[in-house]
C-alpha cells in the first residue's frame, strides 16, 4: 500500500462536500488501504477521504491502535451528552483547540462489502465520528473552536508545568 499526501487547511478539497460511494471497486479498496496506512504514520486516529485529496464520503477511524473502522456513506444516527476537551487535526498539523461536540454516537454505515452496519462510540470515539464526518461535507473544526487556536508544542509545555495532572496531554489528531 501507499502513503497518501494530507491536504492541508486552505486547500479547495478541504470545503467540498463529498460524493456518495455507490460500488465498492478495486480502487475504492486500495484508497482505504492508503488512507489506514496515511492515518497510522501519521499518528491520527481518523481520516476522511477529502484529506488525501478524494471527494468520496469514506473515513477510517482506530482510536485504539488495534480497531480500525471504514466508513463508507457514514450519517449520523444519534448523538447524545457532551464533551469538551482539546483536538486537533491531520490537515491542521501542530494546532489544537478547544471544541464541544457530543460524548456519545451511533452512525450507520457501509463497509467494503457494503454491507449496512451501525458503530457506537463513546468520548474519543464519539469525538472522532463526528469530526470525520465534518470533513465529508467540506468542514473543519476550526470552525467549532472555542477561543484561539493553540501551539500543541506550548500545550505540553503546560503539560510539564501541570505536574502530569492531565489537564495539558496533548490532543489526539483526528
Not at 47 to 75: C, F, M, S, W, Y
Not at 113 to 126: I, P
Request: glycine fraction near 10%; aromatic fraction near 2%; proline fraction near 5%.
Amino acid at each position: 500500500m501507499a502513503l497518501r499526501n494530507i491536504r492541508i487547511m486552505g486547500d479547495p478539497v478541504l470545503e467540498k462536500k463529498c460524493k456518495e460511494v455507490k460500488d465498492v471497486t478495486p480502487r475504492i479498496k486500495e484508497l482505504v488501504e492508503d488512507m489506514l496506512d496515511t492515518m497510522y504514520e501519521a499518528n491520527g486516529v481518523g481520516l476522511a477521504a477529502p484529506q488525501v485529496g478524494i471527494l468520496k464520503r469514506i473515513v477510517v477511524i482506530d482510536t485504539t491502535g488495534e480497531d480500525p473502522h471504514v466508513l463508507i456513506n457514514p450519517e449520523i444516527l444519534e448523538t447524545a451528552g457532551e464533551q469538551t476537551g482539546h483536538e486537533g487535526c491531520l490537515s491542521l498539523p501542530g494546532k489544537t483547540g478547544i471544541v464541544t461536540r457530543p460524548n456519545y454516537v451511533k452512525v450507520k454505515a457501509y463497509d467494503l462489502d457494503m454491507n449496512e452496519y451501525e458503530l457506537e462510540g463513546e468520548e474519543l470515539l464519539a469525538r472522532a465520528i463526528v469530526h470525520e464526518l465534518e470533513h465529508l461535507d467540506g468542514h473543519m473544526y476550526v470552525e467549532k473552536v472555542e477561543g484561539e487556536l493553540m501551539n500543541v508544542s506550548s500545550l505540553s509545555s503546560e503539560s510539564d508545568e501541570d505536574e502530569g495532572d492531565g489537564s495539558g496531554d496533548a490532543p489526539e489528531e483526528a
